[in-house]
């Protein structure tokens, strides 16, 4: 049996080899390294696949939302409420822009925001809502969104982790990232839709903002050497972009091998007392970007793997109003979090998995709790 990874970037570039190659050096030859043709092409494709009007490749997603933020038209001390069970860009652009990251606690079953426990949490200085589409499965939108238009505050989609999930909205999907104002994507190496480097997108159905997007991402310069606003360098190479075109393409039979090998798991586990399956919600689809559950003895059984040469990762040890750098504001507790960190453990999610490792995980886990 081949090593167990969490996620096997390269045997997925194997599938697609003779194409990526081909891309990359076509790049190579004609010496298009920025906003080059590839760029370009991902940029339509995406729009196309997402049903986006407004696309913006940029640098990585912690980029994207900075600039979601800067196109919003915040001023310093101004409130963004998100959830603190993610990973920790999602408050560090708030705090980089001089806002006030306010933290509301997530539903226990789908570790997304809860939006019953958003309103207590507005003010007139709140501006903005983050929702993060965590693991693969979308918040609630539709809650969500008759909040912010009840309380005129702009929504964006931290949609780094859910790509090709489908939410809905009003009686009708959409994919995450379009629902709310902007939505934010990444393609770091261990998302569904990955390049080989650092890399990320903006999204949006609005005409003003995605204008405003593009403006931010060159300088704030719309003319060259003539700029009307301040914004950033953030830029998707060429190169990355390449690749990121030839993985689209596959993104829909890479999204049904994560659920498929999710449908696995969730039947060897879902009658095990200690283990608690994946949550799904009717309003979402679910891409899994993790498989995460909540279990019982959650370190001695991650020790456990370690030993059978299982990795397993935990997705989110301390949540964000916990960490030091935020420590300075009196959150207060936000229990349901806090209980999370101490029993979450995502398994081995990827394009790759072969049926012996699959097995073997299961039989493990299963092992471990006969003790």
């Known amino acids: 049996m081949n ?27 004609n010496g298009s390294y920025i906003n080059g043709p590839a760029v370009k092409e991902f940029q339509k494709s995406l729009s196309e696949y997402l049903k986006a009007k407004h696309v913006v490749p940029c640098a990585n997603g912690t980029d994207a939302l900075q600039m979601a933020l800067m196109a919003l038209d915040l001023k310093p001390g101004d409130e963004v409420i998100t959830t603190p069970f993610t990973f920790v860009a999602t408050a560090e652009v708030i705090v980089l822009l001089g806002l006030k990251p ?26 903005v809502i983050i929702p993060v589409h965590l693991f693969g499965q979308a918040a609630d939108m539709h809650a969500i969104l008759e909040l912010a238009e009840k309380h005129q505050l702009f929504v964006v989609e931290d949609n780094a982790q859910a790509i090709g999930s489908k939410v809905l909205v009003n009686n009708q999907w959409k994919y995450t990232g ?42 704030g310069s719309e003319v060259k050497y003539y700029h009307t606003s301040i914004g950033v360098n953030s830029r998707l190479d060429s190169i990355q972009a390449a690749v990121l075109n030839e993985k689209l393409k596959h993104l829909p039979e890479y999204t049904k091998a994560r659920q498929d090998l999710a ?36 370190d001695a059984l991650q020790a456990f793997l370690k030993e059978k040469g299982i990795p397993s990762m935990v997705y989110y040890p301390v949540p964000l109003h916990q ?22 453990l995502s398994l081995p999610m990827h394009t790759e998995m072969q049926e012996e490792q699959i097995k073997f995980i299961i039989q493990n886990i299963k092992q471990f709790y006969k003790k």
């Not at 167990?4 to 390269?10: E, G, K, S, T």
């Not at 200690?274 to 949550?279: F, G, K, L, N, T």
Request: hydrophobic residues 35%; proline residues 3%.
């Open 323 to 344: 960490q030091d750098a935020y420590k300075s504001a009196d959150w207060g507790k936000l229990p349901v979090s806090e209980k999370l960190a101490k029993e979450v």
């Open 3 to 29: 090593t167990i990874q969490m996620v096997d970037l390269v045997g997925q570039y194997h599938k697609i080899k003779a194409a990526v190659d081909q891309s990359i050096m076509e790049i190579l030859e």
């Open 178 to 219: 379009t629902a709310g104002d902007i939505g934010t994507l990444s393609f770091y190496p261990s998302k569904n839709l990955s390049c080989f480097g650092d890399g990320g997108a903006l999204t949006s159905n609005k005409s003003d903002l995605g204008k405003k997007l593009n403006i931010i991402a060159n300088h």
């Open 102 to 127: 306010v933290f509301v606690d997530v539903d226990e079953r789908t570790f997304n925001i809860d939006p019953n426990k958003i309103e207590a949490a507005i003010t007139d200085k709140t501006k």
């Open 263 to 298: 449908e696995k798991y969730d039947n060897a586990f879902a009658d095990m007392e200690e283990v608690q399956i994946p949550y799904r919600t009717s309003y979402s689809t679910h891409v899994f970007h993790q498989y995460t559950l909540k279990v019982k003895d959650r």
